[in-house]
């Protein structure tokens, strides 16, 4: 398939994604300064999903400028991935909104869960096609701290870990989630930033 059309499908739906969240943040009925924190909550739970889709889409946007064709498998493999990035501001809005509540914290916590778990077989899928054409890129992909994280142990152990916190401090999950982020932000690839 045409690489540059699946890249550009990929970035307006996770620009619709984007859109969609920032729809969900309600204006003030009141001009107080006041007014705003009642929507804190959901600003927070936004804030934490804008850095996710920051992160995914700069992690994605290395991780296809190292794909050299993009087969049926990497194809289908992206649209499930971009399915449970979608599936992002119903679980930022419903956490936002019951921010002490187990349940939209679960939902939160299963959705990147799943993300998770989409982006490591596409991940996968464009190494191993990359292994037929070019093992150094495949090389550089399977170096990915991302890459790293999601493959190794650490995903179900942290996510096993969450699921057990979020039940006793529900907003746990979303601040562990921005903690990761962040990290997942500043720790990249070495020449994530210098991608033709």
Not at 78 to 93: D, G
Not at 171 to 182: F, G, N
Request: glycine fraction near 2%; aromatic fraction near 16%.
């Amino acid at each position: 398939m045409n690489k540059a059309r699946v890249e550009a499908f990929t970035d307006a739906v996770v620009a619709i994604i984007m859109t969609i969240m920032v729809l969900e943040f309600k204006t003030p009925e009141s001009p107080k300064w006041t007014a705003i924190l009642h929507e804190g909550p959901y600003l927070f739970a936004f804030g934490v999903s804008f850095v996710f889709i920051a992160v995914a889409w700069y992690n994605h946007h290395y991780m296809f400028s190292l794909a050299e064709r993009i087969s049926k498998r990497v194809y289908w493999l992206n649209i499930a991935w971009l399915f449970a990035m979608s599936l992002l501001p119903v679980a930022t809005a419903w956490a936002g909104r019951y921010l002490q509540a187990r349940g939209p914290e679960y939902f939160y916590l299963l959705v990147f869960f799943l993300w998770s778990k989409t982006y490591l077989y596409l991940s996968v899928a464009i190494a191993n096609d990359l292994d037929a054409t070019n093992t150094e890129k495949a090389a550089r992909l399977r170096q990915m701290p991302i890459f790293r994280f999601l493959r190794g142990w650490r995903l179900p152990a942290e996510t096993a870990a969450v699921a057990v916190i979020v039940y006793f401090y529900p907003p746990s999950c979303l601040l562990i989630t921005l903690s990761e982020l962040v990290y997942m932000a500043i720790h990249t690839t070495p020449d994530s930033d210098r991608v033709s």
